[in-house]
């Protein structure tokens, strides 16, 4: 059952097991939760054609500005989008009229890359792969080698402060950028200043040398070329024109950065008059540090230039964390939203014995509904603004989110459900406006019925070689298919055992799980023990590439035949170098490695290359 709260009163774990929720952890939830209701929600979601659900009187505010007098009805062709009834006693409703299903091509049949971009390095580089990375990446796999995709990593802007968060999957904003991904050679002024950045380029590049990516150096050598670049800017009439556009949200993140920067943190250790975006202090601080602020107006508009030249190349696939840093931007200008008593995370499972908190403050159902879900519909459009594509992780907390309360562990919590059928209308509006399909990252401990709403919304499921029990051949069309995640073992560290090893090196009993991973990859690939690495990789993705799924994916880590995963849950960056480590061999020497070439020939081969995902290219 699930209380007036969203609370569950229990869940059945990954062995079939009820685990009820205690009344302790209850209590702490709805403490979480702020303890009150309210008595109406002003917000309705309805599709094309349900226009006798919206009566008068009032007043109808169209979104472009238009304006209907509401007696009896709305308009039978009330367009889709986002609009107001404004009540004769001052109540204001939200109607979000949406196509409730997303933008898909059944017919479909792609491949692409999946690609953490910051392990992406070329010659050009300063230390970690950049947009401009990106667009050469994106340019060669659409052109030589027929990828109509793009899977990457998410992008979105870290909270700036020292050391700087190696996880894209911790993001202190998921509506901005982070200027890390910035290419200096491609900031408008640096042709003309590069004797100037000639020190900073040579150092910047060599850290290339190094395996492990070190950000806080990379951010030195990068801040001091973009404040050089920033102090000669004559200014842009584009520039202005960014800025009028993304209007009070880019200065309050413009303004969050400047504040970070002075008081050398996140949010909640600077004073406390700082703590209310709107308060008298922070419009004080905002304007006696006007430039400051602007400078990192300048950043996002420059992140948003790069991001649209390597869109122009190849329908991108965007990736959506499932939360925000507690201490970041975003969580600072929607603090009353967010239970700033609990994290998220996942309970005990057998790949995570003790649970996971992944140290992320959910949004609190019913407060995000008050306010119209503003901040999701925000967050979904930015990560669809160049995007042919957008992958959601951890769908499944569109429905429901583990929720643990502070002090206590995984073992202790309880789910907590939301409005998934608007959350998923309006990822369907956001996706047909943006010409994007969308992939949900269903994995793991999905609830009963999760997957069909996903098929009814026209939202791809995510099939993976080493979760499957059935060959490639019978993996669903709608889906989009892949042999491994960045959480997963790649195809090398299953075959030659250093995954599991890594694992019982950092004190972790990997269990029978890359056992029985690696016997299915031996039947897949059809090869015995002591095949080539080379050709069991291949083989197994010539295996995928039958697949009926309309689109495929593999990662360029598999294609390089890389032991190390990008990432393995629950250790720290202490224990090992999660998120930090770079591909083994350049841009430029993929683009000439036979093996890479093969791998993609063997996906091609089943692809149907006439066919698009985005039609905006």
């Not at 602007?294 to 790069?306: G, T």
């Not at 569109?398 to 309006?426: C, K, M, N, Q, T």
């Not at 849950?569 to 000439?592: F, G, M, Q, V, Y």
């Amino acid at each position: 059952m699930i209380d007036r709260w969203g609370i569950a009163d229990g869940y059945e774990d990954c062995e079939g097991r009820w685990r009820a929720t205690s009344p302790r952890t209850h209590a702490a939830l709805v403490a979480a939760m702020g303890g009150e209701l309210p008595d109406e929600v002003p917000v309705r979601v309805i599709a094309p054609g349900e226009h006798r659900r919206v009566q008068g009187p009032g007043e109808l505010r169209y979104e472009d500005g238009g304006v209907f007098r509401l007696k009896r009805f709305a308009p039978p062709d009330l367009p889709l989008g986002y609009h107001e009834v404004h009540r004769p006693d001052g109540r204001i409703e939200r109607i979000i009229v949406t196509p409730r299903r997303c933008r898909l091509d059944p017919r479909m049949r792609a491949w692409g890359w999946t690609a953490q971009l910051y392990a992406l390095r070329s010659r050009r580089s300063w230390g970690m792969g950049d947009l401009g990375d990106l667009r050469d990446l994106a340019a060669w796999s659409a052109r030589e080698l027929g990828a109509r995709f793009l899977v990457m990593n998410p992008v979105f802007a870290s909270t700036p402060k020292s050391p700087l968060e190696p996880s894209p999957y911790y993001p202190g904003s998921r509506r901005f950028r982070n200027p890390l991904y910035l290419r200096v050679e491609d900031v408008p002024g640096a042709s003309s200043a590069l004797r100037d950045l000639e020190p900073l380029a040579t150092a910047g590049r060599a850290l290339n040398n190094e395996r492990r990516i070190d950000r806080d150096r990379i951010w030195r050598l990068k801040s001091e070329a973009l404040e050089l670049l920033g102090s000669r800017f004559p200014g842009d009439p584009d520039f202005d024109l960014y800025c009028w556009r993304e209007g009070e949200a880019l200065r309050q993140f413009a303004v969050f950065c400047s504040l970070a920067e002075h008081f050398h943190g996140g949010w909640r250790s600077w004073p406390s008059q700082y703590h209310d975006p709107r308060s008298r202090a922070v419009t004080f601080f905002a304007s006696e540090h006007a430039q400051r602020v602007q400078f990192y107006q300048w950043l996002q508009w420059l992140l948003d230039r790069q991001m649209a030249q390597a869109a122009r190349e190849v329908a991108l696939v965007e990736d959506l964390p499932v939360g925000i840093d507690a201490d970041g931007p975003d969580a600072w200008v929607w603090q009353s939203l967010l239970a700033q008593g609990a994290r998220m995370g996942a309970p005990p499972d057998p790949y995570s014995a003790a649970g996971q908190d992944w140290q992320l403050p959910p949004f609190i159902p019913h407060r995000l509904r008050a306010a119209g879900y503003g901040p999701f519909i925000d967050t979904v459009r930015a990560a669809m603004r160049y995007a042919g594509g957008l992958r959601i992780d951890h769908v499944m907390g569109l429905f429901r989110l583990f929720w643990i309360p502070e002090g206590a562990g995984p073992a202790d919590g309880a789910y907590v459900h939301y409005p998934a059928s608007d959350l998923l209308d309006i990822v369907a509006l956001e996706s047909h406006r943006a010409g994007a399909f969308v992939v949900g990252e269903d994995l793991g401990t999905v609830e009963g019925g999760v997957r069909q709403e996903l098929a009814a919304r026209a939202i791809l499921s995510t099939r993976l070689l080493w979760f499957e029990d059935v060959p490639p051949q019978r993996y669903p069309e709608q889906a989009l298919a892949g042999v491994t995640t960045h959480d997963l073992p790649t195809a090398a560290g299953l075959w030659t055992g250093a995954d599991a090893a890594e694992q019982r090196a950092l004190g972790r009993d990997p269990g029978n799980g890359p056992h029985e991973m690696r016997e299915r990859m031996r039947r897949l690939a059809g090869k015995a023990d002591g095949a080539g690495l080379r050709e069991v990789i291949l083989e197994l993705h010539r295996q995928l590439a039958r697949a009926p799924s309309v689109a495929v994916t593999a990662t360029l880590e598999d294609a390089l035949a890389v032991e190390r995963r990008p990432n393995i849950p629950s250790s720290t960056t202490d224990e090992r170098p999660n998120w930090s480590l770079a591909l083994p061999k350049t841009l430029e020497e993929i683009r000439a490695d036979p093996q890479v070439r093969a791998l993609a020939g063997a996906l091609q081969t089943c692809r149907n290359a006439e066919t698009t995902l985005s039609d905006r290219r």
